[in-house]
């Protein structure tokens, strides 16, 4: 059971511009969302989270916005970077168990 | 700080064999965890420790797969025996609570032929 959804398999940008990375959930009780940046041979590394009682987070360059009415998160990427290029995964979690991973995004960042 | 270790990096076998992964998560984290990444795909949570007791392990496949944390601090993940399904990343994670940031290593990539 797909419980929490990137439908964009990758996402290319030009550096300096904004990279928006979509993730939807079907999963009513999740209340904290994640996301992870993975790069090649590596493990993931926790990048920015927002829980369910808040609808933004920020961080630097990195926002994640959270429509719980739609079941739907986004992370922003302002300005983008080439160093940015890695794979970025969307988690929830329930009662601070059984984190769900979407499949990923592979973003490229174009200099 | 170290990060959490894990061993072997890589890992080829046949199936119906036998093969074992080993991790050390970050000292102090009490909550450990193991999942399974296949190609293409997000990773999914095999089981989850809090010290050396299992909190979840719904989707572990207990006809092959088992795990252990005895002393609250490295674990080991064993498949027996392997099937051809079973090639994946496998990846470790500690946190220092249930909820908290978990922190992953490497991964182990296994190729089962």
């Known amino acids: 059971d797909q419980q929490v959804k990137q439908n964009s398999p990758s996402l290319s940008v030009q550096e300096g511009r904004i990279s928006i990375l979509n993730c939807d959930y079907t999963n009513s009780m999740f209340d904290y969302f994640l996301w992870y940046k993975k790069y090649p041979a590596e493990g993931p590394t926790f990048l920015i989270s927002i829980s369910s009682i808040k609808d933004k987070n920020e961080d630097g360059r990195f926002t994640v916005f959270l429509n719980k009415s739609a079941k739907h998160l986004s992370l922003h990427i302002v300005p983008s970077q080439p160093g940015d290029s890695a794979v970025y995964f969307c988690?929830?979690?329930?009662?601070?168990?059984?984190?769900?991973f979407g499949a990923g995004t592979r973003l490229t960042v174009k200099p | 700080e170290a990060g959490v270790a894990q061993s072997p990096r890589y890992k080829i076998i046949e199936k119906r064999q036998s093969v074992a992964f080993w991790c050390n998560p970050i000292s102090g984290h009490a909550t450990l965890y193991w999942y399974q990444q296949i190609l293409g795909q997000g990773p999914k949570l095999l089981i989850q420790f809090q010290n050396n007791g299992v909190v979840d392990d719904s989707q572990l496949p207990k006809d092959r797969f088992s795990a252990e944390r005895l002393k609250g601090v490295d674990s080991t993940l064993k498949i027996q025996p392997a099937k051809l399904e079973d090639s994946a990343v496998y990846l470790c994670?500690?946190?220092?609570?249930?909820?908290?940031?978990?922190?992953f290593g490497p991964g182990t990539r296994l190729l089962v032929l």
């Open positions: 994670a500690s946190s220092l609570a249930p909820g908290e940031t978990q922190y």
């Open positions: 988690a929830a979690s329930a009662n601070n168990n059984d984190m769900r």
